[in-house]
Nanobody, 124 residues
């Protein structure tokens, strides 16, 4: 089981930036993707992006592609989500998750370990 702890959320104005961190402990597999999801009030949890611990390829939802970037620090067991050009519609609780298997997936059902979430609010 993997334990995940997110941090870095906060309040930011439109056009601003934030960097979220997700520190992992416990059993991690470098070939299993790590994902970021978000959930706005009253809405379903949706995919933001995913990346493997080894870095390299990352996949993003269309709504964030070109603005958000994922990266990893293997030595610190940490996954990052750099968010630039933030918009009010990016407001949500952001969750880090570890995939159940060595597959690329945008479905929350394919991720078995979740962090507690961190709030991101974009408002003027």
């Amino acid at each position: 089981q993997v334990q995940l702890v997110e941090s870095g959320g906060g309040l930011v104005q439109p056009g601003g930036s934030l960097r979220l961190s997700c520190e992992a402990s416990g059993r991690t597999d470098s070939n299993y993707p790590m994902g970021w999801f978000r959930q706005a009030p009253g809405k379903e949890r949706t995919f933001v992006g995913s990346i493997k611990w080894s870095g390299g390829s990352a996949y993003y939802a269309g709504a964030v592609r070109g603005r958000f970037t994922m990266s990893t620090d293997v030595d610190k067991n940490t996954v990052f989500l750099q968010m630039n050009g933030l918009k009010p519609e990016d407001t949500a609780v952001y969750y880090c998750a570890a995939a159940n298997a060595e597959i690329w997936s945008s479905s929350p059902a394919d991720y078995g370990s979740w962090g507690q979430g961190t709030q991101v609010t974009v408002t003027s």
